[in-house]
């Protein structure tokens, strides 16, 4: 009777923010509802019209690319005093969009975070797809960028090493690191569930695909014992460069002597940032996916709270690094300080300053309202806002801070041409093309975790 009550009483409040699975579900449906959108031999129209239009622009950046090489970097609106354009502007965006999986999948799970759960793996590939997209942006921006090699240590008859001062440097190392750490996390991660896809699959070729893939996981105590001591030594390693990563990018811009990049407040400025624009990439990819295949029982809206909470947390953040921005140019008393301040709100590009306050800024404050924070359509807009308005940010910090020097007669304007948009949207067909891809091939949520919750649940109620 008791056991009986206990669970009446949950389904009653299975519409609480606080539950993390649906009531209904139990250890079988969810293994049946996540594997059978992998092993399900038909995908839903949503599916196929959204990867369709990820390859459209995907081939648009590869065509851009193709000019790119055959033609050269002229063919971008850079020019002097604007040497960094869209190119860097999209490697800054893309590398903090890349943080919300490394801080959902590693610093929640140190904090015992069970509502991560449900949405790490997603957010881990998502990572994974982000960084490649920023990757590929300061190799284009060379050059000659078959010639990328030079920035390693390799060993070389010639005796040119690298100029380990250079913060460009630094780049590589913190990202391929991050990358690294990152994939191999995520792939542990996967193991148990690939596991119950090699026994759930239908077809022999699905059987030995994913019996490979699995590394012989039987589920025997050992083999969990191993998989939760490596799990959590990644997670350790994968912390720090939550917060090294987009710090050492910050410094592209922090060492140099350029108005309104040479700050102290980049660092944690740019770290809070990432985070900000992942999350809300996080929840732009996984509100449409919740929907379309009814995953509601499983991505509850304890999740949704959650994560509008640390988006509303990382906003505010950002907001006050926007008034020290403002602060500290006024406080210096540098002639040219003083200038940007200006310049930013009234110059040539003043309106894509203030389009990024109403983005970042005004809009977020929306996450304040429950009602705001519990429904997905409200929540995606408001996640789209933020996401446009980390990329303006990213245009001012680059363009308009470097588009009026020291000398007036340095100053200069840029104009984004028609490949820097096409090669813009083309890296946001490569990501939307891999999140898709991803979603089809593997389990985008993690059954062991979840069924690690309804297993603690169905213990309680007995």
């Known amino acids: 009777m008791a056991s009986q009550k206990l669970l009446n009483k949950e389904i009653e409040s299975s519409s609480s923010p606080h539950v993390l699975v649906s009531p209904g579900e139990t250890l079988e449906s969810t293994s049946a509802k996540i594997s059978g959108i992998v092993l399900g031999r038909k995908h839903p129209p949503f599916w196929w019209v959204s990867f369709g239009v990820g390859f459209i622009l995907l081939m648009g950046l590869l065509y851009g690319i193709t000019i790119l090489f055959a033609v050269g970097i002229g063919i971008w609106g850079i020019n002097i005093p604007v040497a960094w354009g869209f190119a860097i502007v999209n490697f800054v965006w893309w590398i903090g969009i890349g943080h919300a999986g490394t801080f959902i999948s590693a610093i929640l799970l140190l904090l015992l ?48 090493w690298p100029q380990f001062r250079s913060p460009l440097v630094w780049d590589v190392f913190a990202v391929c690191t991050y990358f690294t750490v990152s994939l191999i996390f995520w792939y542990t991660g996967l193991i148990p569930d690939l596991a119950t896809m090699r026994d759930r699959a239908r077809t022999r070729l699905s059987r030995i695909g994913f019996g490979i893939m699995s590394l012989g996981w039987r589920g025997s105590a050992v083999h969990w014992n191993h998989f939760q001591t490596v799990y959590l030594i990644l997670a350790g390693l994968s912390t720090p460069l939550v917060l090294s990563v987009h710090s050492v990018v910050s410094t592209d811009f922090a060492v140099a002597n350029i108005p309104g990049w040479h700050t102290t407040i980049f660092p944690p400025f740019f770290v809070a940032g990432a985070i900000y624009s992942g999350f809300a990439m996080v929840l732009n990819i996984m509100i449409p996916l919740r929907s379309v295949y009814g ?28 008034i020290m921005e403002t602060f500290t140019g006024w406080y210096s008393g540098d002639l040219y300080e003083q200038y940007l301040v200006v310049n930013r709100a009234i110059g040539p590009y003043g309106w894509t300053y203030w389009l990024l306050l109403t983005f970042n800024v005004v809009i977020p404050q929306l996450l304040w309202v429950r009602r705001v924070r ?13 996401n446009i308005g980390m990329w303006l940010e990213r245009f001012v910090i680059v363009i308009v801070s470097l588009h009026r020097d020291f000398l007036p007669s340095s100053w200069g304007t840029y104009a984004p041409t028609g490949w820097d948009w096409l090669i813009l949207f083309g890296s946001v067909g490569l990501f939307v093309s891999l999140v898709f891809l991803f979603v089809r091939l593997l389990p985008m949520i993690p059954m062991s975790e979840i069924k690690e919750i309804i297993a603690e649940r169905e213990e309680e109620a007995a």
């Open 295 to 322: 995953l509601e029982s499983v991505i509850t809206e304890r999740h949704l709270n959650c994560m509008a909470g640390v988006m509303l947390a990382t906003g505010l953040m950002v907001g006050y690094g926007y």
């Open 374 to 386: 519990s429904r997905p359509v409200s929540l995606f807009l408001v996640a789209l806002s933020i």
């Open 113 to 160: 975070q069970k509502w991560r759960n449900s949405i790490n793996r997603l957010a881990e590939a998502m990572t994974l797809f982000a960084v490649a997209c920023a990757g590929m942006f300061p190799l284009l921006h060379l050059g000659r960028p078959w010639t990328f090699f030079w920035i390693l240590p390799y060993p070389n008859t010639m005796g040119l």
